[in-house]
């Protein structure tokens, strides 16, 4: 069974660092791409990037550019996505996602459970 | 303001069919396939429909896609309670080189 489960949800203040992680199961991790989703408290669904944990070839949203990291250790089959510096507006619930193989690139099979990050002085 | 639109909220009798709109444009949906979610509510967004129309495995053939151009439709027939939900589409856009997102649609069944 294909399972993504994503670490705890995580309390921080602005300017503290976080690294979230995702855990892949149930498949040949190394063989299909990882990305992240970001929804905002009432808000909809916002493509952050994305990372072939095969060669670690990672793409990312001109949005989240910059903002964010996203890497993958093939090792242990965990992709993560972390902040050098939150901000407030970085409160969110975040999801892997595990993309469909083939030319469909918006096309994700499994989502973890989502990982609640809120970021509040 | 999403790149591909989708109406806020539709609402429709059980038992009864509804349409989801996304409209976009040539750099998305007019060049890609188009994808919808489903969100329950207080849950993660699951696949519904893929590559424009087709189902995954385990997805009720109440569900149904369509493209046409620059716009897509999602469709549910036979409506049910349990279909409450928020519907995204989703496609590659070419010029911003990423996935986007339509806003949502709140579908509420009277």
């Known amino acids: 069974e294909v399972q993504l489960v994503q670490s705890g949800a995580e309390v921080k203040k602005p300017g503290e660092s976080l690294k979230i992680s995702c855990k892949g199961s149930g498949y040949s991790f190394t063989s299909y791409w990882i990305g992240w989703v970001r929804q905002m408290p009432g808000k909809g669904l916002e493509w952050m990037g994305i990372?072939?944990?095969?060669?670690?070839?990672?793409r990312y949203s001109p949005s989240f550019q910059g903002q964010v990291t996203i890497s993958a250790d093939k090792s242990i089959s965990t992709a993560y996505l972390q902040w050098s510096s939150l901000k407030a507006s970085d409160t969110a619930m975040y999801y892997c996602?595990?993309?469909?193989?083939?030319?469909?690139?918006?096309?994700?099979?499994?989502w973890g459970q989502g990982t609640l990050v809120t970021v509040s002085s | 303001q999403s790149v591909l639109t989708q109406p806020p909220s539709v609402s429709e009798a059980p038992r009864q069919r509804v349409t989801i709109s996304c409209s976009g444009s040539?750099?998305?949906?007019?060049?890609?396939?188009v994808d919808w979610y489903q969100q329950l509510p207080g849950k993660a967004p699951k696949l519904l429909i893929y590559?424009?129309?087709l189902l995954p495995s385990g997805v009720s053939d109440r569900f149904s896609g369509s493209k046409s151009g620059t716009s897509a439709s999602l469709a549910i027939s036979g409506l049910q309670s349990e279909d409450e939900a928020d519907y995204y589409c989703a496609a590659w856009d070419d010029r911003l080189n990423g996935v986007v997102f339509g806003g949502g649609t709140k579908l509420t069944v009277l």
């Open positions: 990372i072939y944990p095969g060669d670690s070839d990672t």
């Open positions: 040539s750099s998305n949906i007019g060049n890609n396939a």
């Open positions: 996602v595990r993309r469909l193989d083939g030319y469909d690139y918006s096309a994700f099979d499994y």
């Open positions: 590559y424009d129309d």
